[in-house]
């Protein structure tokens, strides 16, 4: 099964942007990459996810490395509310239904 | 639309009591999961099932059983607990197993076994 490798943790400053980055360099032509984030005591929420160009939405941009090795998460202002585990997950025909979390990056956001 | 609904939201047990952790979604979802997240850690995927009467395990199904009669419910059981099983369980949906899904998450049951 493709992998994903993640920092486990990583600062920012309130209002400034945040780039969290994924690693999955034996990803699969037809896997997707998807973001998900847990919030303290909550379970994981979808944010974004894509597969070979950048996307945008109201939550974050996901910005795709052009071999597809890599991606990052962009928070463009971070708040006290982005405080979470950002977990990368790759989902494709070779893991059809069996979507892998790993430990994700905690993202601490400093007032 | 509810979403995804998770019963009970707190439970206790003895070891060797047995349980089982409702997840209910109304979504018409064909997919549905059950995770657990021991402290500190990421979610590990128990069972799944693709649809109604399917199922099949993930990674660390020892321990639980699960069935899908119909497409809105997804029961986890626990038959004889142990502390081992002490976790917070979330189930998640989404519309098909298609790649590009989005999965929705229940709020969790937070489990002690004793």
């Known amino acids: 099964d493709a992998k994903t490798t993640q920092p486990n943790s990583m600062e920012s400053n309130e209002e400034e942007p945040v780039h969290l980055p994924c690693n999955h360099s034996?990803?699969?032509?037809?896997?997707?990459i998807h973001w998900y984030r847990q919030l303290p005591s909550q379970g994981p929420e979808y944010v974004i996810h894509g597969l070979t160009s950048n996307v945008n939405n109201r939550m974050a941009s996901l910005a795709i490395a052009e071999d597809r090795k890599s991606s990052t998460l962009i928070l463009h202002r971070a708040t006290l509310r982005d405080a979470a585990v950002y977990y990368c997950?790759?989902?494709?025909?070779?893991?059809?239904?069996?979507?892998?979390f790993g430990q994700g990056t905690t993202l601490q956001v400093k007032p | 639309n509810a979403g995804v609904t998770q019963t009970p939201k707190f439970q206790v047990l003895k070891t060797g009591q047995s349980m089982t952790l409702q997840c209910a979604q109304d979504?018409?979802?064909?997919?549905m999961s059950w995770y657990r997240q021991d402290p500190g850690m990421g979610l590990r995927l128990i069972h799944y099932?693709?649809?109604?009467?399917?199922?099949d395990q993930g990674e660390v199904p020892n321990g639980y059983n699960v069935s899908r009669s119909t497409t809105e419910d997804f029961p986890l059981r626990l038959l004889s607990a142990a502390p081992s099983q002490t976790s917070v369980y979330f189930c998640?949906?989404?519309?098909?197993?298609?790649?590009?899904?989005?999965?929705?998450f229940g709020s969790g049951t937070q489990l002690s076994v004793l």
């Open positions: 997950i790759l989902s494709g025909s070779g893991n059809t239904g069996k979507l892998i």
């Open positions: 034996t990803i699969s032509g037809t896997d997707y």
């Open positions: 979504m018409n979802h064909e997919y």
């Open positions: 099932s693709v649809g109604a009467g399917i199922t």
């Open positions: 998640a949906s989404s519309y098909s197993i298609w790649a590009a899904e989005k999965l929705f």
